[in-house]
């Protein structure tokens, strides 16, 4: 299995509700990683999780909050957004740096579509 | 500031034509480069990944190059075809201390015509 997987593939939500989105591999990856990309740009580094332990926060607002219940498994909780939040959100994941050849080759999954309104 | 810079823009061609993406990067120290191509509202696919070592990786009609020296990469695409419209974006890994970072280019959107 060379999937990236993710739920939902759309998600429409207003300013005071709370959702989650989910990310879910089995290539054995003990790294994964929470983009946000807007229209025409390259994606943004969120969240990088190592061995299920948060490594990296690119100063990401607090309405967005990352959990890694194991490891295939990795949720980004939702609350109170902002309609500027509106994005593709990927997911990706890899083997930790220096591990094998490609060391930190990433793979993404399809994204989920969000709408704040 | 480490960056990837990405050239042209945008690109439209003829189905069957060839074309060739550039990719500048000041990113140092330097990992490795990797190529992806994104279509639209999805997820960014690999091409190919090279190491500073490596000159050239192929991967079907795709073709990368590079030059470690002089900071610079190439994606050619050989007899195009329709199901190429999409991004590509070149990414450079940027090596920190016992960490690393992507580094995005801003990506060149290709539109094949019939």
């Not at chain 1, 994005?87 to 704040?116: D, I, M």
Request: charged share 20%; proline share 6%; hydrophobic share 30%.
């Amino acid at each position: 299995d060379t999937e990236v997987t993710q739920t939902p593939k759309h998600l429409v939500m207003g300013m005071t509700n709370k959702k989650s989105l989910k990310c879910e591999q089995h290539m054995g990856h003990r790294a994964m990683y929470w983009y946000k990309q807007k229209a025409k740009k390259p994606p943004e580094l969120m969240f990088v999780y190592s061995y299920e332990k948060l490594s990296i926060n690119e100063s990401v607002p607090s309405r967005f909050s990352p959990e890694c219940p194991n490891s295939s498994l990795l949720n980004l909780h939702l609350h109170a957004l902002q309609p500027e939040d509106s994005a593709l959100y990927l997911c990706a994941s890899s083997h930790p740096q220096g591990a094998g050849k490609w060391g930190n080759e990433q793979f993404f999954g399809p994204g989920t579509r969000l709408t704040v309104l | 500031k480490n960056q990837v810079e990405q050239s042209p823009q945008s690109l439209i061609i003829l189905e069957g034509k060839n074309c060739t993406l550039q990719c500048n990067y000041t990113v140092s120290p330097f990992s490795n480069l990797r190529w992806y191509k994104q279509d639209t509202g999805r997820g960014p696919v690999s091409l190919t990944i090279m190491t500073f070592s490596e000159n050239t990786k192929s991967n079907g009609r795709y073709t990368a190059t590079l030059d470690a020296d002089t900071k610079q990469s190439s994606l050619h695409i050989t007899a195009s075809q329709l199901s190429d419209s999409a991004s590509y974006i070149c990414v450079v890994s940027e090596v920190r201390d016992s960490s690393y970072k992507l580094i995005f280019g801003s990506g060149t959107r290709l539109l094949v015509r019939p």
